[in-house]
Each structure stands twice: as structure tokens, then as C-alpha cells.
């Protein structure tokens, strides 16, 4: 069972702050500022359409709240971060959920462990100011060391695609299809594997540094885990794939060299648009009737066709459809963060090549040059 009394542990990280404090929210005052901080972030800077919770005070809850841990970062007395761990039985999870992250398939890895526990770690939100620093990695390492102690394997999530790179560089996988959750758009499943070890070390996740210091690894569900959804699996992981492999992949798609087809990319060398890609890309798979876009959520993203055809079911007259490989469709959330005009659709089995805004202010680091050179094209485009 887990300890709700769990010890509140402090960091000191590299940034501005001197400290930050990763703690457990215990008493009532506690949760209702963690319940603030979500709306705060999700409601009143995001503009989602949250159906749970208490608009008139302000406030986003719902029924799995009331028996999760519930983390938060502080700085001081303020909350800049937080995130929810649900630790639980087949029979403790809604059962939209199961269906959601199909944790029957895993519970079908162990034939005598009726009683196995999975984590489902959601609402992991980090204040705009706080964004880039240590506090990320600080309160999903605590959800990690959490289910090691509870000796959990399999961690479970769900994200929209704009964060699909900053999940596995964590160490998570894609393995089922996507979804639409309610007022957070179009989402996929993803997993943790506590034991992952050859994986964490493969992609540098920085849970390596807590992981290869367990005293015990259980390789048989990792390998049940890989057999049955990672060898053969159509997700191009955005960690594993190589810089070449990436453009390879492209080429082959868009039919042409991804500097032919993608307008951003007409002012790169090929070997500009290759770093770029591959620290800022990551391939998504959509289904036949899977909404990519919602008009007047805000884009986190900037999303390019590779195969497949789209429709916009907000312009009808002429139809609107998006059928060009290497077009680009949906608001620019790559250089800013702009609202969506268009419910766009999947009308075919569809890939779709994900520029993450979340990512490009790294690279805008690392890579001044280039990322000028993409700024300058994104304004002359949406001029």
C-alpha cells in the first residue's frame, strides 16, 4: 500500500530559484490549491473545455482525485508544477480507462497475479515561467521511485501529440491507438516500464540515473511488453529513430526530399533541415475519422501531412481538404501559439510529421542560426 504521510523532499536545482520542493498534498487547503493550479493552467492559458470540476470556484477535480497522490513543486509558498498518480487494481480503475489504456491485454501478462497494481500518472502541468527548468524531471522522477517502491511496472499516461517527444525522452512507449479525451482533444496511450532498463539507457533517459541503481530487475515483463508491442509495432519512437533514418523515412513519403516539400524548410540545407527534423519532429499515426484540430484550441504544434487525406469540417463551401504531401495544416504553434480556425479530420488512414513547440525553444538554443532561418520563413508564410 502506498504511505499518503510520504516525506516531502527538496532540490536544488541549477536555475534562478534556489530551491524547489517536491511534495504530497495531505490536507484539503493542499488539494484545492493543486485543483487552482490545474484550472489555472488548462482553463484560463490553454482555453480547454474542461467538463469536470467547479468553474465558479474556479477549481478542476474528478472522480479519480479522491484516492490518488497528489504531487506538487513549489518554490516558496507557489506552485509551480503538479501531477496525479493513481495506484490501483484492474477493479480500481474506471472502467473507460481500462478500455482507454486496454489494461486488460496487461493484466493478461500475469496469469497468477490478480491482485497486480498498474499507475495511471496524469494532470502533469508545469507553470509557463517554470517551463525549461529541472521541475519536470524533478516530480516525474518522484512518480518513478514512487512505483519502484510499490513495485509497479507498468506506469501508464496519456498525451497529445505536441508532447509525444518530451514522453519518450523520458522513457515512454506508444502502444495502442489514438483517442479523443474530452476538452484535451486528440490523445494516444502511453506506458513507463519500471524495469526498461537496456531502453533508458539506450535513449539517455534521465530516470537512468534512479533506475540502474534497483536491486532487482524483472526482465520477463519487459520482454511479454516488447514481444507483444514494440518489435512490430508501425510507432516510430522519436528517440530511438536516427537523424538519417528520420530523413530516410521522410523521403520516402513525401515521394521527395523534405526541403522540396515543406514550405518551412525551403531556406535549409538538407543537412539544417535534418537536425531540425530530428530534434523537433515526431511521426504520429492517425485514424479514419480521428479530429487532429479543434477550432479555438490553442496549437502547441506545427503539423505537416506525409500520407493520407484530411478534411476540415468547418469550411464546406467549396469543401476543404488536405491531400498534398508536405502540406501544412492547423494554426502555427511552433514559433507561437496561436488558436486553430478548423476541426480538421483524418479521412484515411493518415501520418502526420509533428513539429513541437515545446521543443523548438531548445533548439532555438543549441541551433540560433537555423531557427532564425525557420522564423523568418514561418513569417513570410502566414504573411
Not at 519502484?148 to 525522452?169: D, M, P, S
Not at 481538404?321 to 476541426?343: M, R, S, V
Request: proline letters at 3%; one cysteine or more.
Amino acid at each position: 500500500m502506498i504511505n499518503k504521510d510520504q516525506k516531502t523532499m527538496s532540490y536544488t536545482t541549477g536555475t534562478s530559484e534556489s530551491s524547489i520542493k517536491i511534495g504530497i498534498a495531505i490536507t484539503p487547503e493542499e488539494k484545492r490549491e493543486i485543483y487552482h493550479f490545474r484550472y489555472q493552467t488548462y482553463v484560463e492559458e490553454m482555453s480547454k473545455h474542461i467538463e469536470e470540476g467547479d468553474y465558479a470556484n474556479k477549481l478542476l477535480y474528478d472522480e479519480l482525485d479522491e484516492w490518488a497522490l497528489l504531487l506538487y513543486a513549489k518554490v516558496g509558498s507557489v506552485i509551480i508544477a503538479t501531477e496525479r498518480i493513481n495506484i490501483g487494481t484492474l477493479a480500481d480503475f474506471p472502467r473507460k480507462v481500462i478500455d482507454i489504456l486496454s489494461l486488460d491485454e496487461f493484466q493478461n501478462c500475469y496469469i497468477n497475479h490478480n491482485d497486480q497494481k498498474f499507475a495511471y500518472i496524469t494532470k502533469l502541468m508545469v507553470a509557463p515561467s517554470h517551463r525549461g527548468s529541472p521541475v519536470l524531471y524533478l516530480l516525474m522522477a518522484e512518480c518513478y521511485e514512487i512505483c519502484c517502491r510499490n513495485q509497479i511496472q507498468f506506469g501508464f499516461g496519456i498525451c497529445n501529440f505536441y508532447l509525444l517527444r518530451l514522453y519518450e525522452q523520458m522513457g515512454f512507449h506508444r502502444y495502442c491507438k489514438n483517442f479523443v479525451y474530452p476538452g484535451h482533444g486528440l490523445a494516444i496511450p502511453i506506458v513507463l516500464l519500471a524495469d526498461d532498463i537496456q531502453h533508458f539507457r539506450i535513449i539517455r533517459s534521465p530516470l537512468l540515473r534512479i533506475a540502474r541503481k534497483k536491486a532487482t530487475i524483472n526482465t520477463q515483463e519487459v520482454e511479454w511488453f516488447h514481444d507483444k508491442f514494440t518489435r512490430n509495432s508501425q510507432f516510430i519512437n522519436s528517440q530511438t529513430v536516427t537523424e538519417k533514418e528520420l530523413w530516410s523515412i521522410l523521403c520516402q513519403g513525401l515521394n521527395c526530399p523534405p526541403t522540396e516539400s515543406i514550405a518551412l524548410l525551403h531556406q535549409l540545407t538538407d543537412a539544417e533541415a535534418k537536425k531540425f527534423l530530428h530534434s523537433c519532429g515526431t511521426l504520429a499515426h492517425c485514424y479514419a475519422g480521428d479530429m487532429i484540430t479543434n477550432q479555438g484550441n490553442i496549437s502547441y504544434s506545427y503539423n505537416i501531412l506525409i500520407s493520407g487525406k484530411l478534411k476540415s469540417l468547418t469550411f464546406h463551401y467549396p469543401i476543404k481538404e488536405y491531400t498534398l504531401p508536405g502540406q501544412n495544416f492547423g494554426a502555427n504553434g511552433l514559433t507561437e501559439h496561436n488558436k486553430n480556425i478548423e476541426d480538421i479530420a483524418a479521412v484515411t488512414s493518415t501520418q502526420i510529421l509533428v513539429l513541437s513547440g515545446m521543443a523548438f525553444p531548445r533548439f532555438f538554443h543549441s541551433h540560433p542560426d537555423i531557427a532564425h532561418k525557420i522564423i523568418q520563413t514561418m513569417r513570410s508564410l502566414t504573411q
